[in-house]
């Protein structure tokens, strides 16, 4: 395990950076089928429609959007690391990168998302 | 400072502990002479030139594919070694693995140079481009450090494309063309690169391979 950690955390970071993305990616096509299915119930009218949306008013909905917000931001701020590293800029940089830009900035935005959400829509309930 | 170290081996009958007692300044290729000397004279592996120019001793150590002639186990900062063939690879015996299907790859690209009458004598002025690039002695580590390599047994690997592009930037080639086509391959050429950056981060030569097969992708979208 803790060569597993040195080697992931350190050189081989790069490989945790294409897993994210890859895990992330599925957890927002997952979430696309699902927001699509839901709108899809306006078809048979708007209480079918509220009807739809009432499902995720729950507390488990709730921190499931949280996390939703995570993916997004580690989705997106890898995706840019990655075009700056395919535009062949920061290559000798790409583990700072990761950590700095995808990790250390996302976890910011992150929270400055989160903590607002989670204060309104599951504490304030 | 000498150390005591717990070696793993995985042999091909399965994994084998043996205990060794290593210099500050042994290498884990002396740990497999020392075990193979004194504990188990069937330990099969490979080396030549033992100072890290042949690159044929390498294996998978701690997790990471490695010189065995160039890691010294003070700085594996453990005092257990486990020590497995390179994956990727087919095993011959113990340590010691064909790099058949890394050579197949290699061939694909045609290596050898290209060209006609005595333009292929010419010495060509070093390019800051290629130069760190052409330090690669082959050693399969790149290859068995790839996870694309994993799922995609037809990939080119890391070493094929930065030869490739080596001999692209090779005023004096001329099959240019050929070589294009291959890398340019939708299953198996630069694009099966997802930029995981596990060939930089285990070349023992310190060769920047996303950064070639970068430079290829990009050369192919703007051409």
């Known amino acids: ?125 | 400072m000498t150390g005591s170290y717990e070696v793993r081996v995985t042999k091909s009958a399965g994994v084998r502990s043996f205990q060794v007692t290593l210099g500050e300044r042994m290498t884990v290729l002396d740990a497999l002479f020392r075990i193979q000397a004194q504990q188990d004279s069937s330990l099969a592996f490979r080396c030549a030139c033992r100072v890290g120019m042949c690159g044929t001793c390498a294996m998978y150590i701690n997790k990471v594919p490695r010189l065995a002639c160039k890691t010294r186990p003070a700085q594996l900062d453990s005092a257990v070694i486990s020590i497995a063939p390179l994956p990727h690879l087919p095993v011959i015996q113990d340590l010691v693995v064909s790099l058949g299907p890394f050579f197949d790859q290699w061939k694909r690209i045609k290596p050898a140079l290209r060209g006609s009458g005595a333009d292929t004598l010419a010495i060509i002025p070093p390019n800051p481009d290629t130069s760190r690039k052409r330090d690669c002695i082959t050693c399969g580590i790149c290859y068995a450090a790839c996870g694309i390599k994993a799922s995609h047994a037809d990939y080119l690997g890391p070493a094929a494309i930065n030869k490739a592009f080596l001999r692209l930037k090779d005023p004096r080639d001329s099959a240019n063309k050929a070589r294009l086509s291959v890398l340019n391959d939708e299953w198996s050429g630069v694009w099966r690169c997802h930029t995981q950056f596990n060939c930089t981060a285990a070349c023992p030569k310190k060769i920047d391979l996303t950064d070639t097969i970068a430079r290829i992708k990009r050369a192919m979208l703007t051409s």
Do not use: C
């Open chain 1, 1 to 125: 395990m803790k060569d597993l950690i040195r080697k992931y955390g350190g050189p081989f970071s790069g490989m945790v950076a294409h897993l994210i993305q890859r895990v992330t990616g599925l957890l927002l096509l997952f979430y696309l089928f699902l927001h699509v299915r839901t709108i899809y119930a306006l078809r048979e009218g708007p209480a079918a429609f509220d009807q739809a949306v009432g499902a995720f008013n729950g507390v488990l909905f709730k921190l499931l959007e949280i996390a939703l917000l995570g993916a997004v931001i580690l989705h997106a701020l890898n995706g840019i690391r990655i075009t700056i590293l395919d535009l062949g800029l920061g290559q000798d940089r790409q583990r700072r990168l990761f950590w700095a830009w995808s990790i250390g900035v996302g976890a910011l935005i992150f929270l400055a998302g989160a903590i607002p959400l989670f204060l309104a829509s599951v504490l304030r309930r």
